[in-house]
């Protein structure tokens, strides 16, 4: 009896103290060669692929007018530190980045608590410099919808936009739409001629943006 009181003793000491598990707080590992992300995440949309700690290389997409937008991860470990753009940002701390026309690759470096094992993680993201809106649109003959040319940054002279569409004789649009200098954007008017869908392109010196439009009877 006196064996079992002090095993059971043992063991309510053992409990007490964390026994064998835990530590790290919730659910962070304890490896001091951890170099991983528990979470990465973007303020202006979704990642592609969807996160996983394994995996290193995202892309994800934003509108012509993001100029920024927001990172935030969490590392895996307990005593890991991370840097976002090569700015050292706390654990679940998200830092604003800066997105110029075009695609940026935005490097989180994660290093371990050993101070030695590290990990890059990168995202890219990219920013058109024009845009087409809205980009789908449904519209009966003989009705028609306006759409928007938009620009990243405003031309500091009138500036161009070529006009198609693909295939011809559905819709009848101008050949070509002006953005006025210091300006964004220019809109205008599609008509519809006969049932179907057409891919409509807006071009600013070999820049593209799509918009398509279906047509019903």
Known sequence: MKYIGFILIF???LSSCGGGGGGGGGGASNDAADATLANLSVSTGSLAPGFSPAVISYATGVTVDTASTDVAGTVAAAGATMKVDNIAVTSGTA???SLPVGSTPIP???IAANGTTTKTYTITVTRPSISLTPVSSNIAAPGSVDLTVKLAAAPVADATVSLSA???GIVSFPSTVTVPAA???ATFTVMAVSAGTVTITADLGGETANATITVTP
């Open 11 to 13: 063991a309510a000491l």
């Open 95 to 97: 830092h604003t980045v």
């Open 108 to 110: 989180i470096l994660v």
């Open 166 to 168: 693909i295939p011809g």
């Open 183 to 185: 300006n964004t954007r």
